[in-house]
T-cell receptor, first 112, second 114 residues
């Protein structure tokens, strides 16, 4: 059983569309991170959220941490081909030694 | 500032062989962690080293081992390779390895076991 469930697993959309990616768990996290990974490269950190209910914006990307700190979402407005990649969420469990848990990722393709 | 460097970039081995992968962290970073990435399982945590000591370990068999040197460079070793060990192996460095800290990943070593 995956501790962090991401959905959808795959997403193929046209340039200009909006999309939301979800990261859910039954566990409480002290912080949650979103990474983007492009083919042939390692993941690159986009954002870290630490407070329940927190919303962070990075240009066209909006990240939200659930009130109970068990889930998070990533919303992309007006997607562009440059947004193509694998989006990974990763959580640090509350109260434990830091062993990061990653979701399996959402593979996004944005067609021009 | 140079990023995280992993060598080699690609590796092809046969079953039963052993392999050593290398990771040079960002200068000044003392925590190095290793991950295995496969399409089916995603990113799985292998272990983390801090100041030459293994501080955390994931749920992998003893065939997977690692070490860290005094200059923070790290190596991981996989002995008696199995077909299922084929994966992208990523290392990441951070300053202290504390929860929520930003991880800087290398480009990975793509290992194929035939």
């Amino acid at each position: 059983t995956q501790l962090l469930e991401q959905s959808p697993q795959f997403l193929s959309i046209q340039e200009g569309e909006n999309l939301t990616v979800y990261c859910n768990s039954s566990s409480v996290f002290s912080s949650l991170q979103w990474y983007r990974q492009e083919p042939g490269e390692g993941p690159v950190l986009l954002v870290t959220v630490v407070t329940g209910g927190e919303v962070k914006k990075l240009k066209r990307l909006t990240f939200q941490f659930g009130d109970a700190r068990k889930d998070s979402s990533l919303h992309i407005t007006a997607a562009q081909p440059g947004d193509t990649g694998l989006y990974l969420c990763a959580g640090a469990l509350r109260g434990g030694s830091y062993i990061p848990t990653f979701g399996r990722g959402t593979s996004l393709i944005v067609h021009p | 500032k140079a990023g995280v460097t992993q060598t080699p970039r690609y590796l092809i081995k046969t079953r039963g062989q052993q392999v050593t992968l290398s990771c040079s962290p960002i200068s000044g970073h003392r925590s190095v962690s290793w991950y295995q990435q496969t399409p089916g399982q995603g990113l799985q945590f292998l272990f983390e080293y801090f100041s030459e000591t293994q501080r955390n370990k994931g749920n992998f068999p003893g065939r997977f081992s690692g070490r860290q040197f005094s200059n923070s460079r790290s190596e991981m070793n996989v002995s008696t390779l199995e077909l299922g060990d084929s994966a992208l192996y990523l290392c990441a460095s951070s300053g202290t390895g504390q929860g929520g800290e930003k991880l800087f990943f290398g480009s990975g070593t793509q290992l194929s076991v035939l």
